[in-house]
């Protein structure tokens, strides 16, 4: 499985980025897939995911509102758009899939490489 987030940048608060992470090797369109997030200093943690057909989303709590997921099983793609950001979404963005949907990241077993992101204020 591998997996390719990119999309991140150096942006200003207020602003807005849409990430994508492509899937290959892996049966995309049967798996769950999500966006996690890991600040210098922190732990990893859960952004928002979606189901493998796109009808449940769930989000973390901060996130809620600015952020979307959705899918594109056709090409194997998983998004992020993310809205309004704020300095502290500052952060490298990791997406992962697997058949779990939820924020225990121990759970998954493949990873991406990530994409920073960075928001000024």
């Known amino acids: 499985v591998q997996l390719q987030a990119c999309g991140g940048g150096l942006v200003q608060a207020g602003a807005y980025l849409r990430l994508s992470c492509a899937a290959s090797?892996?049966?995309?369109?049967?798996?769950?897939g999500s966006w996690f997030r890991q600040a210098p200093g922190k732990e990893r943690e859960f952004v928002g995911g979606?189901?493998?057909?796109?009808?449940?989303?769930y989000y973390e709590d901060t996130v809620k509102g600015r952020f979307t997921v959705d899918r594109d099983n056709a090409k194997g793609a998983l998004y992020l758009q993310m809205n309004s950001l704020k300095p502290e979404d500052t952060a490298v963005y990791y997406c992962?899939?697997?058949?779990?949907?939820?924020?225990?990241?121990?759970?998954?077993?493949?990873w991406g490489r990530g994409t920073q992101v960075t928001v000024s204020s």
């Open positions: 992962t899939v697997g058949p779990y949907l939820g924020s225990e990241s121990s759970r998954y077993e493949h």
């Open positions: 090797g892996h049966a995309f369109s049967s798996s769950a």
């Open positions: 979606i189901s493998w057909n796109g009808g449940l989303t």
